[in-house]
């Protein structure tokens, strides 16, 4: 299996719900990443996990908290987005931080109205 | 800092022609990767193409190929025979190996390929 995947595909949400994104991948990669994708723009990197401990925040707010569960899966819970933070919100891994090649899904488009 | 600079914002090729997509970076690491990926309208980053710094031979997968001049500082790819389903957003993004852990992505290049 040589597959990221996340649900949902699309989701719709108001600025007071909470809700979450999934990312699931079954390769044995110790490395996993969020990152945000605005329309016509290269992805920002958002985080980055390694043996599922937080590596990296680039300084995100905390109304985006992610988590790891466990070394095959990625959650990003969301809790008071603003409508600026509508996005793709693509997810990857990689077999570990020094391997430089990621895997990417194929995202989820959160609206924030 | 590394820097990736695509410059072609947008471009377009006839079917079966060949064009190519140029990259340009800045780093002072000797030891490094790059890549091309692949966006199509479906928005699944695909890997289409991965070059080590450290090797001089240039990379090929099938149609597409890349021109690697390291002390340039220039990697460009080629897509020979283009296809529809070529129509895409092309990102070139450098990796790092001295514990950045992160892509640098280029601003991408739009290519449309016209029937």
């Known amino acids: 299996d040589t597959e990221v995947t996340q649900t949902p595909k699309h989701l719709v949400m108001g600025m007071t719900n909470k809700k979450s994104l999934k990312c699931e991948q079954h390769?044995?990669?110790?490395?996993m990443y969020w990152y945000k994708q605005k329309a016509k723009k290269p992805p920002e990197l958002m985080f980055v996990?390694?043996?599922?401990?937080?590596?990296i925040n680039e300084s995100v707010p905390s109304r985006f908290s992610p988590e790891c569960p466990n070394s095959s899966l990625l959650n990003l819970h969301l809790h008071a987005l603003q409508p600026e933070d509508s996005a793709l919100y693509l997810c990857?891994?990689?077999?570990?931080?020094?391997?430089?090649?990621?895997?990417f899904g194929p995202g989820t488009r959160l609206t924030v109205l | 800092a590394q820097t990736v600079t695509q410059s072609q914002p947008e471009m377009s090729v006839q079917e079966a022609e060949t064009v190519t997509l140029s990259c340009t970076y800045d780093t002072s690491e000797s030891n490094y990767y790059l890549f091309w990926y692949k966006q199509p309208p479906s928005r699944q980053m695909i890997l289409v193409i991965r070059?080590?710094?450290?090797?001089?031979q240039n990379a090929t997968e099938n149609r597409f190929s890349v021109n690697f001049q390291k002390a340039a500082k220039s990697f460009s790819l080629k897509i020979s025979d283009s296809q529809l389903g070529d129509t895409a957003m092309y990102f070139c993004a450098f990796g790092g190996t001295s514990g950045t852990y992160k892509y640098i992505f280029g601003t991408g290049t739009r290519l449309k390929v016209l029937a």
């Open positions: 390769m044995g990669h110790r490395a």
């Open positions: 990857a891994s990689s077999q570990d931080l020094d391997t430089n090649e990621q895997f």
């Open positions: 996990y390694s043996y599922e401990k937080l590596s």
């Open positions: 070059q080590e710094a450290y090797k001089q």
